[in-house]
């Protein structure tokens, strides 16, 4: 019998951008601070939304003139949840876009 010994993990990666002339300015701010902003939504949540929201779950933000991209090389913050909750329509919203 052979045993395959491999180390695991359970790291991932994940991107998205977004079009700027589809997000308020107030959403743009809102993405930048992203973990913080994301405490506002888990206090009046209602049913139980389980969110890794530490400083160290939080997505490496940038933004330009025209749009405004993230990228995590651990997928632990719940962005897509997030962008929901804060209105940004899911047809503006490009997941993985390398």
Known sequence: MKIKAEFITN?????????????????VDLIKNHIEESNNFLIHRGPQKEIYNSPGDGWQIRESNDSIEGYTSMDNFDMSWFLEKIGVDDDHVDFDHS
């Open 11 to 27: 790291s991932s990666s994940a991107s998205f951008i977004i079009l700027k002339m589809n997000l308020t300015a107030v959403q």
